[in-house]
């Protein structure tokens, strides 16, 4: 089998659910890209900088991402925290980090360093950190869809969660831009699992 599946997408596109599974039924593990432009920006809160101010911190965060086909860990100067980098705060404050070139580079470096196989998800894995990837994907949803899927983790009001999409759509155009070789999927109609078939039938049919 190739080593590199990419799942790219805005966020709340389900990008990260059906990589899980889709590495969980090749037997393969995942990585959630977005958890490291995450935890650089967790450091950012937590240090009271402002964004601009980050690239030159970068020398003293180690990061490190352990993939597993259930979960990611990513420890940060070599605590554990995973379970911290979901808050709307750090929602608000990644976009802003992650537009950084140095904070680019920096991420994509430690994501090179997990070998192969596995199954990644972010906003340019296809286009950008893995363009040798021999499956790629991206998942596309209306803002309104996303927005109900995103409800139940964030514990906020439709609204809220609708406005932090729209949001970060605009502050992330950047660098989400879909490969010229995905397989572009709209899941707005799709459940869950009817993602992870059509993504698995696409990887079977292109064996
Ligand atoms: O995927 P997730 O929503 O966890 O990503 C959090 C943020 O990290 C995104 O809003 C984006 O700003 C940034 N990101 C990125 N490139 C990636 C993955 C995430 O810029 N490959």
């Known amino acids: 089998m190739c080593g590199i599946i990419t799942i790219d997408g805005p966020s709340a596109s389900g990008k990260t659910s059906v990589a899980q599974r889709v590495a969980r039924r090749?037997?393969?593990?995942?990585?959630?890209?977005?958890l490291l432009y995450r935890a650089i920006a967790l450091a950012c809160l937590r240090?009271?900088?402002?964004?601009?101010?980050?690239?030159?911190?970068l020398p003293h965060y180690r990061l490190e991402l352990y993939p597993t086909q259930g979960e990611n860990r990513v420890y940060l100067n070599g605590?554990?925290?995973s379970s911290a980098l979901h808050s709307l705060e750090?929602?608000?404050?990644?976009?802003?980090?992650?537009?950084?070139?140095?904070?680019?580079?920096?991420v994509n470096q430690v994501l090179r360093q997990i070998p192969p196989p596995f199954v990644v998800d972010g906003r340019d894995m296809g286009r950008a950190v893995f363009p040798e990837a021999c499956h790629k994907f991206y998942l596309t949803a209306s803002p309104e869809v996303r927005a109900r899927r995103r409800m139940p983790e964030r514990g906020a009001a439709f609204e809220t969660v609708l406005a932090e999409i729209n949001r970060r759509d605009e502050a992330d155009r950047q660098q989400s831009a879909p490969a010229p070789d995905a397989i572009v999927l709209d899941t707005s109609a799709l459940e869950l699992?009817?993602?992870?078939?059509?993504v698995l039938q696409s990887l079977a049919a292109s064996k």
Do not use: C, M, Q, T
């Open 26 to 34: 090749l037997g393969i593990p995942y990585i959630s890209s977005g």
């Open 47 to 57: 240090e009271n900088l402002p964004p601009e101010a980050i690239e030159e911190r």
């Open 79 to 81: 605590e554990e925290v």
């Open 90 to 106: 750090v929602d608000r404050w990644v976009s802003a980090v992650a537009r950084h070139p140095g904070v680019r580079a920096f």
């Open 193 to 198: 699992e009817e993602v992870v078939e059509a």
